[in-house]
Antibody
């Protein structure tokens, strides 16, 4: 059974940074993109970016370039998302999600983590 | 703003059929995937590719595409289908992913 296990809730001050983690089974970690998606209360789903499992190269949605960093620790089969210069509107539930098999043009995310609530306060 | 456009809300009578649509230029090239989202739960993939369902998704849920529009059809709507539905695809460049704004489905 595919599982993505995310780290716990975070409360941060505006202007600070937050680092979230997403742990997968080693086989999944090594062969599938990991995506990050968020949802603010009352808002829709928003794609933040992805990480290629083979190269470790990340790709970020244009809106987040400069503030977002995705990394990984292959020894722990864990992906990380770090968002800096936090603003109040970054308050949201952040999800990691597994992408399709390599080479699939028609993208989808078939398994999701449980979500991590990030609250940005003053 | 999203490159994929959805109607904000749709309603359907219990047992009837409803179609949720998604429009965007990238859909001429890529099939959309569809997710069901309920409050307090992670999104659940319900349709991907041409018309593929993950294990456990009933065949009364189906997907289609025509031109720059993708559709999710639910036949025999049940109370449990009440949720937000999001379409998802690559953007026009193919280098990024985008979600539609979501459609709130109410089952009457």
């Amino acid at each position: 059974q595919v599982q993505l296990v995310q780290s716990g809730a975070e409360v941060k001050k505006a202007g600070a940074s937050v680092r979230l983690s997403c742990k997968l089974h080693p086989i999944d970690f090594s062969n599938y993109d990991i995506n990050w998606v968020r949802q603010a209360t009352g808002q829709g789903l928003e794609w933040l970016g992805w990480m290629n499992p083979f190269s470790g190269s990340p790709g970020y949605a244009p809106k987040f370039q400069g503030r977002l960093t995705m990394t990984r620790d292959t020894s722990k089969s864990t992906a990380y998302l770090e968002l800096s210069s936090l603003r109040f509107d970054d308050t949201a539930v952040y999800y990691c999600a597994r992408g399709p098999p390599p080479g699939e043009l028609n993208y989808y995310c078939d398994h999701w983590g449980q979500g991590t609530l990030v609250t940005v306060s003053s | 703003s999203s490159e994929l456009t959805q109607d904000p809300a749709v309603s359907v009578a219990l047992g009837q059929t409803v179609e949720i649509t998604c429009q965007g230029d990238s859909l001429r090239r890529y099939y959309a995937s569809w997710y069901q989202k309920k409050t307090g739960q992670a999104p659940k993939l319900v349709i991907y590719g041409k018309n593929n369902r993950p294990s456990g998704i009933p065949d009364r849920i189906s997907g289609s595409r025509s031109g720059n529009s993708a559709s999710l059809t639910i036949t025999g709507a049940r109370a449990e289908d009440e949720a937000d539905y999001y379409c998802h695809s690559r953007d026009s460049s193919g280098n990024y992913l985008v979600f539609g704004g979501g459609t709130k489905l109410t089952v009457l």
